[in-house]
């Protein structure tokens, strides 16, 4: 399978601190790919350099033969790339279904001059959005909740409200920032049921940062390692689970000898 | 001990700070210069029913302080509360006739002592003080514990009344000018204040129309929902067209003054309708709109003015040059502070609006813009032969642009371009992330508020007929803001009560100017407290800062806003 996106040395540096560091990633087209580390690895940075966030200072991201780096995040959506965040960022007082309309932002054509004059185009255009937001909200089981304050909603909701309203871009890759935080078993295996279903049904690549190892081993086929914004090691969930790096950087220097 | 002391805590506190508020109303000479004019002729002054109004207020903050129980707490501390208040004035007439306080306040005069006791001399004077303020507290412990429903039409039956009488030379020529309706008038109004009779009937009026409204309302609004849809269009256009001719009518049945005040109104609303969308949809806080006021105006003023004697255009040929050039100098603004957000960004349209003020009062500009003295002979607007010079033919006009900007921002609020706004308010990040090109949305905002302002002046300007620098004070672009925010952020239906709230009532009151600020001051400040979100507020600011006074907490709200 080819690449869908390519990251060839990548560093992004704070100050002195180097956040990512010379990274270089493939991500397989269709494939569920894992970013995994401890806190403060770099994990976000990469999804803020991906989506244009952050300039990366040095190396080459490609997608889909366009170089990423130095493009505006609102080009880069146009592009095919969408994400969601590691705490929920919604618009708060707008509503659900206003919120996935948003998200439909950028394959909407309509101008001042034929909103004001409302043109049939426009009205056309509109009422296609508006099929096509409630449609979104059915497929994350929230039909029917279009008209209330996303912040109204609880948080299961939420993160999947979060989710549609990437999904309205319609990207060909998705970025996950710990779409499991917070929640309880079932809803966490609720959601992994989801994240498969999106890659097959919609044929989205998906990168996932997580926490929770029983998501990522449950549901990815390649997992990245990441410590002090090196790569350390990757692989399949098996080969992972098995590395020495991984388990010391995890677990403190010496651990890795112990557990064998 | 302690429980004793918790009991009286609140009423004795709110019943301090009432009675601080209540001396300075009393001591600025508010009191005394209200007492001139009678409610209701012979027994009641508005000076008296400030004080009561007052009175009243504080016990029943202090009840509600106290909390909700059905206890005797929140009763009792109503009366702590209104009888501390009182106390206040006793002591200040106490203090007054010992010493004459007159040396440093003016105002305390003995004329302000006999209103507060009714003209009763020595120890009964302040008798009459402490009742008249237990008095309060026990009519705000009955506010306080009867239902809702009952307490809501006895104070708007009540203030309904005191409007009328306050606004009683407004309405007096109104109604008298409706032939076989002057009776009425003859019937409710005297030369000063209300008849017993016209006051006692007009609380009933309004208090049988409120019940039946709170009892039927709700099978009214059902019925209304359960008609076919060919019927409820039917009963919407009818209104539609009802409304119209209430607009069109308005200023004939006003008369003169009313229709003055009326286009000044109409003026702030295009004002208040253009910042809406810079503050109330984008989220952009502007100090400096008063610029495209500004700029609209001397457009309009350079272009038609004989006096300046560069151009002789209509005012018609004028308009476009004005809106335009008011939406390039709005990219122009724009343009510089892209970057900033919050009060950085405040700060830097503040500098902008005083540019643009020095910069026509300046000397440098004095042979094109006429400086200090300003421009004046600009033509009135005329339409075919139709010319717009009194303020009952300019009502037209402004009624016209009013229309046309109500108009867009509606279009424009339910759009795709209304999404770009309000998202780029909520988050403007996440808004870039989902493709929304900031640079192009925040200045299509500003370019659209500036084209409204300009509108507003180019009007302005044709409607005093001359323009000067001073007419384009920081303060106008504070009062905008204040009239939005006032009316409650993002609602169209808002700017419009808030701009009749802000600019018409001081209009209308005008014989009580030198309070204006203060009572303006203290009902911005009242506002922000008891109703943040605004007079009439969008309904989703609604639901927000109201949650948790209905029922159904925890339950998502629904919302009619779409």
Redesign the interface.
Known sequence: MAAILTANNMTKRFGGLVAVDSLNVEIEENSIHSIIGPNGAGKTTIFNCI???YKAEEGVVLFDNHSLLGL???RI??LGI??T?QNI?L?????A??NI???L??H?K?G?LG??L?LSK?QKE?KE?EEEADRLLAFINMSG?G???AK??PYGEQRRLEIA?ALA?RPKLLLLDEPTAGMNPSETQAMMDFIQHLRDELGITIILIEHQMRVVMGISEIVTVLDYGKKIAEGTPGEIQKNPDVIEAYLGRGSAAEIR | MTQTRSLWEHGVKTGIIGGVAVLVIALVGMVESFHRRDIIAEVITMGQVLLLIGGVFIGYIAAKRTGSDESLAPGLNAVIGSSVTGGFLAFLVIVGRLINLRAVLVNASPMLYKLLTLGHKGVAGIFIILLIGMGCGVFAAALFYLPRLTRRVIILSLSSMIIAGVLQDLIRPVIAAWGPVAVVSEWLFTGNGLTVSGSISIVILIAVVMTAWALKGQDIKSGYGNLSGGSQRGIKISAFFMLAVVLLALPHILGLFLSEVLTIVGLYVLLGLGLNIVVGYAGMLDLGYVAFFAIGSYVTAVLTSPELGFFSLTFWQALPFAVVLGIFFGVLLGIPVLKMRGDYLAIATLGFGEIIRILVLSDFLRPWLGGAQGAGKIPKAAIMGYQFITPQQIYYLILAGCILVVFISLRLKGSRLGRAWMAMREDEDVAQAMGINLVATKLLAFATGAGFSALSGAIFASKLGSVYPHSFNVIISINILCLIIVGGMGSIPGVIVGAAALVGLPELLREFAEYRLLVYGAALVAMMILRPEGLWPEVRHKMELHAEEENNIGEPEPSTAT
């Open positions: 989506t244009g966030f505006l995040p609102d959506v146009y969408s994400r965040y960022r618009f708060p007082n707008l509503t279904k206003e309309l948003v998200g932002h950028c909407l309509s001042f909103i004001v409302n426009t509109e959005a909740k008209d209330f304050l109204n909603f309203r871009a």
